[in-house]
């Protein structure tokens, strides 16, 4: 038996810390221990049923994963193989590591950097590692250090957060953007030069504005993404990873055509594993691990369901780790 955070629908939505058999752990080449997780966005979503997350039911929540392998039948895993998990459509349509095993595709799992243990893993998560693909996205269109201010916002959020630590170790001038005025010396800690009220970018706005950002990591959507491209300068990027704000863009094709802005899309659960390995590298190098602490909230697994309901309240500040016990 093992522990696990299961999310049930019969005739209502129930989200419990349940006692588990093995036995009914779906197929997969790898079983594992899984020493942390952690809460994303996305998982708050399915724990607290705000979204239609959820592909299968029963389902054991958790995106992300980080310990031992225990069993494979997988030439390229042996047990006490140390690796880390991150989307694939689990806890989705395949039960997740808020739990304290998992049973896995091995084509899923990226070897854990040495760099990281597993607790360090789970405190970068999908936020960090999507954190990670909009740095490199900016970078492969031309974005770099010196370019001009970068616009980050969710700033105080767990890809926001990472982002900023990030940007700010490669030499960005980041400009923070919160609704948390009492956030401001932690988002300048991380590495922000300075911090923009949420509320100026989230109204509807002119499609075509005063040029400011060379570039743009936004985890928001809706009017604060639309506000972001008409600000962006000629040739600017904007990468989008998020609809906190919502999963609507009012924009027109003005600043695409008229000033050659690149919006690019995010997508962090199916990306190919070349790719996941070269952010996996760039976290291992880039990323100042004192920072990562500072961002840390930590729970076992019997707090997950409260911090999942805080976290979609919009109380939680960086990133959430979870600690799986024996």
């Not at 607790?119 to 996205?137: D, E, H, K, N």
Request: net charge neutral.
């Amino acid at each position: 038996m093992f522990k696990a955070i299961q999310l049930s629908k019969t005739e209502s939505f129930a989200a419990r810390l349940a006692e588990l058999d093995e036995a009914d752990l779906p197929p997969g080449d790898v079983t594992v221990r899984v020493e942390y997780s952690t809460l994303n966005y996305k998982d708050g979503l399915a724990i607290t049923n705000r979204s239609p997350v959820v592909r299968v039911w029963p389902m054991v929540a958790g995106v992300d994963g980080a310990g031992t392998v225990e069993q494979s039948t997988h030439a390229d895993w042996k047990p006490g193989d140390r690796f880390v998990l991150n989307g694939w459509g689990v806890g989705e349509n395949h039960w997740g590591c808020l739990a304290q095993k998992a049973r896995l595709r091995a084509d899923w799992l990226l070897k854990l950097p040495p760099t990281f243990s597993s607790r360090q893993a789970m405190l970068i998560g999908t936020a960090g590692y999507t954190a990670m693909l909009c740095v490199m996205a900016l970078e492969d269109h031309g974005v770099l250090p010196g370019a001009g201010e970068v616009l980050v916002t969710g700033a105080t959020g767990g890809v926001g957060s990472v982002a900023i630590a990030l940007l700010g170790r490669l030499g960005y001038q980041v400009v923070a953007a919160t609704g948390k005025a009492g956030e401001e010396g932690y988002l300048r800690r991380l590495g922000a030069a300075a911090v923009i009220d949420r509320a100026s970018l989230s109204a509807p706005g002119k499609p075509l504005q005063k040029e400011r950002w060379a570039g743009v990591v936004d985890a928001v959507g809706s009017h604060t993404l639309g506000n972001a491209l008409a600000q962006t300068r000629y040739g600017g990027a904007v990468a989008a990873c998020g609809l906190a704000q919502g999963m609507d863009l009012p924009t027109t094709v003005l600043p695409f055509i008229l000033r050659g802005v690149t919006l690019v899309g995010i997508d962090s659960v199916m990306a190919p594993p070349a790719k996941r390995q070269r952010a996996w590298d760039r976290l291992a190098r880039d990323l100042d691990p004192g920072l990562l602490e500072s961002m840390a909230n930590e729970v076992g697994l019997d707090g997950v369901i409260d911090m999942a309901r805080e976290l979609m309240d919009g109380k939680v500040r960086g990133r959430v780790v979870v600690r799986i016990e024996d």
